[in-house]
């Protein structure tokens, strides 16, 4: 009668499961830690697989940047990982990799001539992090369908243990779409499970509506759904009052050149 039920989830074994992760995290970490040189994320325990992490602010607010550094610094640790970008091809994104080794603006590196000494330093930064295990797929970024499909493909063949979506509010699908709420509520329920299924980490970046009276993020103004925080583990929001004109409320740092 109970023959097609699987012999696992029992307590005892999560347990024994639960207490080889702790005796881990005590001898000083754990596969399911990705650590990422942010001491925001590290003293946490980095970031984890099966988490969904939403990255949300206002446009031109350094999502990608905080995106592209976390997954450098991920891969020079050996964590293989993949960007999907709905807004720039695969030679992009790699120049915007490597301007944040280099302190050159990709917007330079892809269209400007530069001096030697420029060309030498990006040779060198160029050789160091060629063999980072980092893939674009410029091929499956029309829909969150080929997205997803393309995730399984590269766990699969690669072993990547992070996946970066840059953006949800511009994602696509194969299916009608009336209810945009819904829509990118459904989506990071997918992106979550998905992240679950595969025992990765997801970091998928949002947009907030815009607030002019008060441009601090919050979770409120994540746009067009609430349900994205409800899917997701983690939700970061950027914050540059340095672009408002404004200080920071809780902080006396100095807002020039920082977020």
């Known amino acids: 009668m109970y023959s097609d039920i699987a012999n696992d989830g029992k307590l005892s074994e999560e347990l024994a499961n639960l207490q080889t992760l702790i005796d881990s995290n005590r001898a000083g970490g754990t596969s399911q830690c990705l650590y990422t040189d942010f001491r925001l994320f590290d003293t946490r325990g980095g970031l984890h697989t099966s988490d969904l992490v939403i990255v949300a602010a ?60 420029q060309y030498s330093h990006v040779q060198e930064q160029a050789q160091k992090i060629q063999s980072l295990p980092i893939y674009f797929d410029d091929r499956s970024t029309s829909t969150i369908e080929k997205i997803i499909s393309s995730i399984r493909i590269y766990v699969k063949k690669k072993q990547i243990k992070v996946a970066v979506i840059d953006y949800i509010q511009i994602l ?59 899917a997701a583990d983690t939700v970061v929001l950027i914050y540059r009052p340095e672009v408002y004109g404004k200080a920071y409320k809780h902080s006396k740092a100095d807002p020039k050149g920082t977020a």
């Not at 280099?102 to 269209?111: A, E, N």
């Not at 209810?179 to 907030?208: H, M, P, T, W």
């Not at 002019?212 to 979770?219: A, I, M, V």
Request: hydrophobic share 40%; charged share 20%.
């Open 58 to 117: 206002d446009t031109s607010q350094g999502k990608s940047t905080l995106a592209i550094s976390l997954t450098v610094n991920m891969a020079l640790r050996g964590t293989p990982c993949i960007i999907y970008s709905m807004e720039m091809q695969a030679r992009q994104l790699a120049a915007r990799i490597l301007a944040s080794r280099t302190g050159i603006s990709s917007t330079t590196l892809l269209y400007a001539q530069i001096g030697q000494e």
């Open 172 to 230: 696509g699908t194969i299916q009608s779409v009336r209810n945009l709420e819904q829509f990118y509520g459904d989506v990071s329920r997918k992106l979550k499970n998905l992240a679950k299924e595969l025992d990765i980490c997801i970091i998928a970046l949002s947009q907030l509506n815009r607030d002019k009276d008060n441009p601090e993020p919050s979770l409120a103004r994540l746009r067009a759904s609430g349900q994205i925080a409800e």
